[in-house]
C-alpha cells in the first residue's frame, strides 16, 4: 500500500494500515473489535451538520433536525435527503454547514452559552475558512472584538467572506506567521484559538488526505510545526487568559503530548469542562475527542487550558490617528462623527468600531469592508450591506417575499420602487445591494455570495 495513494474501503483492512493506526494512537488502545469499528468508519463519510446562528429559533428551520449532544447550537438533519446549503435560511445566515466534529473546539470555548465569550478579546491564530471564527464573532457581544489571523493568503478570501456572513463588524483579519503576531501582540488576548495545522487524519474519509496522514514522518512534521505554533499562542495570552487547542487528527504526538508539554511548562493549568466529560481523553486533563465510530462524525480533538496569572502584562499600543475616508459615506448610510475607525487598501475601505483595540491597525490587512472601488468609482460594499446589529445604518432598505429573495440570490434583477443604492432584505435578514431606478433594481450581489438553485417553500 502507498502512502501517497487515496484511501479506499480495500485499504483500510490490511494490516500494515492496522499497524499506521496503532502507531498514530499510542497510548490510547483499542481492543480489536473496536479498533476495527474505528477503521472502518475512517473510510465512511459522515454527513455535515448545521451550526445554527446565535438567537435563531430551531424551530424556525425548514426542516427536521435532532440535536448535537456536545453544543446546543448544532443539529443533524434528520432526511439524509435534506440538502440544508439549498435554502433561503442558509442564504440568510440563519446557520452554518459543518462537520459534527468541528464543533467541539467551540463547545470548548462555550460559544453556545449567552455571555462566555461576551465582550471578550479573542485571536483565532489560524482561522480560514472561518468554521470556527464565525462562531465566535456572533458570540463576543457589544464591546467584544476578534483578531482572525490567516498565514496563508490563499485562504483569506473565504475567511473574510464567512466573517462578513456574520453581520458584524467587530473583526479584523491579519496574515502573519504566529510567531511574529506574537512579537506584536503579546498579552493583548482574553482568548486564543489554535486551530492547528494537522496531519489531517479525520479527513481520510472525504478522501481529502492520503493514508500518508498516518506516517510517522508526517506526524512528526505536524507535530514539530504544531509546537512552535502553541509557543507563539501561549506569549498572545493575557495572565490568566484561555487557551483552546484543536486538531482534526487522532495522532496523540499532535494531541495530548502537545498539551502536556504546556502543562509540564507550568504556565498552564487544565480548564476542565463538566459538559465535555464524556468525550475526555484518558490519558491528559481537559481535552476531549470524538471517535467516527462512535459520535456519527469526522472525528476532532480539543483541549482547553488557562494561562498562569504570573504571566507578562500586555503590551501598550498608542491611539491610532484618525484616517480620511478616501468617499462621502454619507451619500450610503447614516454615519455618525466619532462611532468609527477606518482603515483602507488601494481599493477597499474598512471600519471597525470606535472602540475596538487600539492595536488594530498595526496588524490588520483586512476587515468589515464598507465601501470599494472599481476603476475611479467608489460603491458601498455588500458587506456593509449584510452588517446587523451595528453602529451602521443603510439608508434605504426593502424586504422583500420569498420568490424576490431567490429571484436576488441567483443574481437577477428585481422590481424595485426606490431610486439609488438600496439594501434588499428577506423577514429581516439583509441579503445584498441593488441599485434602483425606474422600478427596477439592479443586483449588485457578488458573484461569490449567488445562489442558483435554492429549494421553494414546498419542498422543505
Known amino acids: 500500500m502507498s502512502l501517497t495513494s487515496k484511501p479506499s474501503s480495500e485499504s483500510f483492512d490490511d494490516e500494515p494500515f492496522r499497524d499506521l493506526v496503532r502507531d498514530a494512537l499510542g497510548s490510547i488502545s483499542f481492543k480489536d473489535e473496536e479498533l476495527g469499528a474505528f477503521i472502518a468508519a475512517l473510510g465512511k463519510r459522515h454527513r455535515n ?20 449532544p456536545w453544543y446546543s447550537l448544532g443539529y443533524r438533519c434528520v432526511s439524509p435527503e ?26 470548548a470555548l462555550k460559544a453556545d452559552r449567552k455571555d462566555a465569550l461576551k465582550n471578550q478579546i479573542v485571536c483565532d491564530l489560524c482561522a480560514a475558512p472561518g468554521g470556527k471564527a464565525t462562531a465566535i464573532l456572533e458570540s463576543l457581544g457589544d464591546e467584544g472584538f476578534l483578531l482572525a489571523n490567516e498565514p496563508i493568503r490563499s485562504r483569506v478570501p473565504a475567511l473574510l467572506h464567512n466573517l462578513s456572513r456574520t ?18 501582540l503579546a498579552g493583548c488576548f482574553d482568548v486564543v484559538v489554535v486551530d492547528a495545522p494537522c496531519s489531517g487524519q479525520a479527513l481520510l474519509s472525504r478522501k481529502r488526505q492520503s493514508v500518508s496522514a498516518l506516517s510517522p514522518n508526517q506526524i512528526e512534521h505536524s507535530a514539530s510545526r504544531q509546537q512552535r505554533i502553541l509557543s507563539a499562542a501561549s506569549r498572545l495570552l493575557r495572565p490568566g487568559g484561555k487557551l483552546v487547542y484543536s486538531t482534526c487528527t487522532f495522532a496523540v504526538a499532535e494531541n495530548e503530548s502537545q498539551i502536556d508539554r504546556l502543562l509540564d511548562s507550568e504556565d498552564f493549568t487544565p480548564d476542565p469542562l463538566d459538559e465535555l466529560q464524556p468525550y475526555a481523553s484518558p490519558i491528559t486533563p481537559a ?20 494561562r498562569s496569572a504570573t504571566a507578562d502584562s500586555a503590551k501598550t499600543f498608542r491611539t491610532p490617528k484618525p484616517v480620511k475616508t478616501p468617499v462621502d459615506l454619507n451619500q450610503w448610510f447614516a454615519e455618525s462623527t466619532g462611532e468609527h475607525r477606518y482603515f483602507a487598501s488601494d481599493s477597499s475601505l474598512y471600519a471597525i468600531p470606535n472602540d475596538s483595540p487600539v492595536w488594530v491597525e498595526t496588524v490588520a490587512k483586512l476587515g468589515p469592508e464598507i465601501a470599494h ?33 431567490t429571484q436576488y440570490l441567483s443574481g437577477s434583477p428585481v422590481p424595485c420602487p426606490t431610486r439609488g443604492w438600496t439594501v434588499i ?26 445562489f442558483a438553485q435554492l429549494l421553494p417553500p414546498a419542498l422543505h
Open 287 to 306: 481535552c476531549y475527542r470524538l471517535w467516527p465510530h462512535q459520535h456519527d462524525c469526522a472525528g476532532s480533538f480539543a483541549a482547553s487550558l488557562r
Open 373 to 405: 472601488r472599481t476603476g475611479k468609482v467608489w460603491k458601498p460594499a455588500h458587506a456593509a450591506a449584510l452588517q446587523r446589529d451595528t453602529r451602521l445604518r443603510c439608508h434605504q432598505t426593502m424586504d422583500v417575499d420569498h420568490e424576490v429573495a
Open 425 to 450: 432584505q428577506y423577514r429581516g435578514r439583509p441579503l445584498g445591494w441593488v441599485k434602483g431606478d425606474r422600478g427596477l433594481g439592479k443586483n449588485h450581489l457578488p458573484t461569490a455570495s449567488r
Open 82 to 107: 435534506t440538502r440544508p446549503s439549498k435554502q433561503l435560511a442558509y442564504a440568510a445566515a440563519d446557520y452554518y454547514v459543518q462537520d459534527a466534529g468541528s464543533l467541539l473546539a467551540l463547545a
Open 167 to 184: 453581520g458584524s463588524d467587530r473583526f479584523a483579519i491579519s496574515q502573519l506567521d504566529p510567531d511574529d503576531l506574537a512579537k506584536h
Open 49 to 68: 451538520v448545521v451550526r445554527l446562528r446565535n438567537g435563531v429559533d430551531q424551530q424556525s428551520l425548514p426542516f427536521s433536525v435532532e440535536p448535537v
